[in-house]
């Protein structure tokens, strides 16, 4: 690979470790905010919901203008929308303050600021053959965030109060924004394929059978990670796990994604990436069977992680990399936008189905239930996709 497309990779990567990161420390601030501002764990699991569904929403939109655009405008705006929205968290009173600073404005921040967006960049300037463990290393970075800010998270809402620690994340985001920069390509709008309408390539993935089966099966990899995400730290609390062993295994599942996003995004540059999916979400379903059937104490919670963790975002470059393999790239961040959406309606029902069915319940029994039922459709999704690259494809290659 070039230099540039190095420096691109690094800035990509800077931005998920921060980003993605810190999305992903919520589930640590559940507690604290939950009991400060008396609301229900179901109001806060909404909250996320909104934020997650927000998120999903903006992405075609996000893509679109970045394929035409440029990358760099895009990461900025929301960089910026997510520290305004760290910050006003840190200023809430009420669960409409909530409703507006992590549904709304962090919502808004990710949507810019996001894995589609850096992927949809790179993807312009990485060759095909390199796509899987480009596109893992990047998702790898968000995973390192997780297990980085995790537990740094939790130790600065033990130390300062989680008002003061989302000021601090709030001024760290911010700076963030000056990486946008390094995701800059020489010709926005550029891209593998030839030339085609955004009407042309929505109408062409419509008809594609796998490109919709890949949205619907992604929906469930949302669903998974957001409920764990937003949940698994209450879920251990009431099962007797200290809250520090609690952020540990969240943080694990960062650690180890690092190595499944890595690993199977390489896998996908040498098998077919549709069967290697099957795989993931079947042993999604097998990880938390599993966890359901041993004791849970501070040991079995650090385990959990690191098994889930292995299989946790490792469906991300290999869903954007079929993306990329069927349509080309000169739509890319679009395309992926939209299947990222669907993902993103899964988090909001995996965050927002949780706390539900706590508050009705007391217990997370039924959710972890539904979720391994999830896991064993998804897998039946993924089996038939046929991800051949388009005959267009071939052929401008070959003219070219």
């Known amino acids: ?100 600073s992590i549904g709304l404005l962090i919502g808004l921040g990710l949507g810019g600021a996001s894995q589609v967006i850096v992927l949809g960049a790179l993807g312009k300037v990485v060759p095909n053959e390199r796509r899987g463990v480009v596109f893992g290393t990047v998702i790898a970075a968000g995973s390192l ?105 969240m943080g694990v599942i960062g650690l180890c994604n690092i190595i499944g996003a890595f690993a199977f995004g390489a896998a996908g540059d040498r098998f077919r990436k549709k069967n290697i999916l099957t795989l993931i979400y079947l042993l999604r379903a097998v990880i938390m069977t599993v966890m359901l059937l041993l004791p849970i104490n501070d040991v079995t919670a650090i385990i959990f992680g690191a098994a889930m963790g292995l299989v946790w975002l490792a469906t991300v470059p290999l869903t954007s990399g079929i993306v990329a393999q069927i349509f080309g790239t000169r739509h890319f961040s679009m395309l992926f936008g939209v ?18 069915i706590y508050d009705a319940t007391g217990s997370y029994n039924l959710m972890w239930g539904v979720s391994v039922a999830l896991g064993l459709a998804s897998a039946a999704l993924h089996w038939p996709i046929k991800d051949q690259p388009l005959e267009r494809l071939s052929e401008a290659a070959v003219r070219a």
């Not at 919901?49 to 760099?72: E, K, S």
């Not at 537990?151 to 985001?173: H, K, M, N, Y």
């Not at 000056?178 to 008809?207: D, I, M, N, Y």
């Not at 089966?213 to 669903?223: D, I, P, R, S």
């Open 145 to 249: 965030g997780m297990f980085i800010f995790v537990p740094g998270v939790q130790g600065l809402i033990d130390s300062f109060g989680w008002r003061e620690t989302l000021v601090i994340c709030a001024v760290f985001v911010a700076l963030v924004s000056v990486l946008a920069f390094g995701l800059r390509v020489r010709t926005p709008g550029g891209g593998q394929g030839p030339a085609q309408s955004l009407r042309e390539a929505v109408q062409e993935a419509r008809r594609h059978r796998g490109y919709v089966l890949l949205a619907t099966g992604f929906f469930v990899c949302g669903f998974h990670v957001t409920f764990i995400a937003t949940h698994l730290p209450a879920f251990l609390a009431d099962e007797g796990v200290s809250t520090t062993a609690a952020a540990y295994a």
């Open 339 to 356: 299947v990222f959406m669907s993902h993103q309606i899964g988090g909001f029902s995996g965050a927002w189905l949780g706390g539900l």
């Open 1 to 100: 690979m070039t230099r540039r497309i190095w420096i691109m990779l690094l800035c990509g990567v800077l931005i998920m470790l921060a980003g993605n990161g810190l999305r992903l420390t919520f589930g640590v601030f559940l507690r604290p905010i939950s009991m400060d501002l008396e609301i229900g764990r179901q109001i806060f699991g909404l909250v996320i919901a909104g934020q997650t569904l927000l998120y999903g929403l903006t992405q075609p939109v996000a893509g679109m203008i970045a394929d035409r655009y440029g990358a760099v405008k895009v990461v900025i705006a929301g960089s910026l929308f997510y520290a305004l929205g760290l910050w006003w968290t840190s200023i809430s009173t009420s669960a409409l303050d909530l409703y507006i």
